[in-house]
């Protein structure tokens, strides 16, 4: 089956420091990754679809310079939270898709869960 | 406009009770796929069910039932026979093709409680 490994699976950080997470598929190439956001009772937000060898592409209200993704290989993807604050303590999840897989082949990972003092 | 509406936001019931969880969507594609997760406490989403635009037969998987209607744009959930190991998160998404090609949506979830 689809593997997603998310590490760290938890992260506590003082604010003014970055954070890595990163998003790795453990049996298969991922062309594309997703990165999810989620507030505590909160539904799954979109924040931005990250393609290999390529710029990510952002939602609507989502700081690029904030959020900083990068997918270098078909297996990675990392998210870099930048000079992090406390209102970006949050459940990020990030999800991806097979290559070649169906539109909608999705695996999502364990989530990492990122607390900013 | 929200494209996904759970409309029940917390719901309780007694072990081996049945629940219905709600699935409301929209969207002017013709093809579309909606999906359930379960979301444990762990924080984990445990894929549960796909289901296209083109399928509306219903399907059941052990305690587990779906029922689709496009007529009314939803997709119910139904577990039968409550157990406590139920009791979690779920989350109905929207898949649609097109410009929004792999994007999901998520509707605000529905969090369910079964007690002993």
Not at chain 2, 70 to 81: E, G, H, P, Q, R
Request: charge should be neutral; glycine fraction near 6%; hydrophobic fraction near 35%.
């Amino acid at each position: 089956g689809a593997v997603v490994s998310q590490h760290p699976s938890w992260v506590i950080c003082k604010s003014g420091t970055s954070v890595k997470i990163e998003c790795r598929s453990l049996d298969f190439q991922a062309t594309t990754m997703f990165w999810y956001r989620q507030f505590p009772k909160q539904s799954l937000m979109l924040m931005a679809t990250s393609n290999e060898g390529s710029k990510a592409t952002y939602e609507q209200g989502v700081e690029k310079d904030k959020f900083l993704i990068n997918h270098a290989s078909l297996t990675l993807s990392t998210l870099t939270v930048t000079s992090a604050h406390p209102e970006d303590s949050s459940f990020y999840i990030c999800s991806a898709r097979k290559q070649g897989a169906g539109a909608n082949v999705l695996t999502f990972g364990a989530g990492s869960r990122l607390t900013v003092l | 406009a929200q494209k996904v509406t759970q409309a029940q936001t917390e719901i309780s019931v007694v072990e081996k009770e049945d629940v219905t969880l709600d699935c409301v969507y929209e969207t002017r594609d013709t093809t579309y796929y909606l999906f359930w997760y379960k979301q444990p406490p762990s924080g984990e989403l445990v894929f549960l069910i796909r289901r296209n635009s083109f399928d509306e037969q219903n399907e059941i998987s052990g305690r587990y039932s779906w029922n689709f209607q496009k007529s009314t744009s939803s997709f119910n959930f139904t577990i039968t026979a409550s157990q406590v190991v139920d009791s979690a998160v779920y989350f109905c998404a929207l898949s649609e093709v097109g410009d929004n090609f792999n994007k999901f949506y998520f509707g605000s979830g529905t969090k369910l409680n079964v007690k002993p």
